[in-house]
């Protein structure tokens, strides 16, 4: 690494050999993303890629009445923006900023560029990409098949392995806009997670008690999207 320069915590970077993540050092800028912040809008060019370290960005859907549905996320296990790779920079979804943090940012031209000259880093983005296409299929099977509690589980892992903490940031407010269900439906199911011990909210935050329990009150889905994370690029659970 360049003296000076912040350490690849992003695990989709970290796995560049070290040549590659040389070259792009001089085009990748550290910044940091607040809370709710817009990295883009559905239909707007994308100016700028990210590589999140230990902020969650995830992309919604949203509707002709205004409801939002979250149909993806991003962490510390890869990259936003990754529509600008394919050569078109023009996307059907938010992209939203859930867990602030900081992140790495890159031109989206540039990462074209890159992509298409392709090495280890286009390898990753299209093994990424599989990734992708596997999380946002299982996740249309869990929403329509398994009950709530089961898929709060399921999410809560999913952020707690792409922040590495289990102390996370979350109204459940907000995370009924993420599984797209009434807030009453996200308090009831929170309160039989944490009568059962395995999670505690108070005030905004979420904390995973019992990590072990929490895995076996989910749905099957986490280990299966969690399984092919760690196949395709081995940056599963954190």
């Known amino acids: 690494m360049s003296e000076g320069f912040p350490q690849a915590v992003n695990r989709l970077l970290a796995a560049l050999p070290d040549a590659e993540y040389q070259h792009l050092i001089p085009h990748l800028q550290h910044v940091s993303l607040s809370s709710k912040q817009v990295l883009y ?50 996307t059907t979804t938010t992209a939203t900023v859930q867990i602030p943090n900081s992140a790495m940012r890159m031109k989206a031209s540039l990462l074209k560029s890159e992509f298409q000259r392709g090495g280890v880093l286009q390898s990753l983005l299209l093994r990424y990409m ?27 892992l999913l952020i707690c392995d792409r922040v590495g903490s289990n102390e996370l940031p979350l109204t459940q407010e907000f995370i009924s806009q993420m599984l797209g269900v009434r807030r009453a439906g996200v308090t009831e199911a929170a309160n039989t997670l944490q009568q059962a011990g395995l999670i505690r909210y108070n005030r905004g935050k979420i904390t995973i008690l019992n990590r072990e329990g929490l895995e076996a009150a989910s749905c099957e889905c986490y280990e299966i999207i969690n399984g092919e994370y760690t196949r395709l690029l081995g940056t599963g659970r954190g």
């Open 130 to 156: 599989q990734a992708q296409h596997s999380f946002i299929s299982q996740n249309v099977a869990c929403n329509r098949l398994h009950h709530l509690e089961q898929r709060l589980a399921r999410w809560l």
């Open 41 to 90: 809008e559905v239909g707007e060019p994308i100016e700028y890629v990210y590589f999140p370290h230990r902020s969650i960005v995830s992309f919604l859907a949203t509707l002709e009445d205004g409801s939002t549905v979250e149909v993806g996320l991003v962490g510390n296990d890869g990259i936003a923006g990754i529509p600008a790779a394919l050569g078109d920079n023009i």
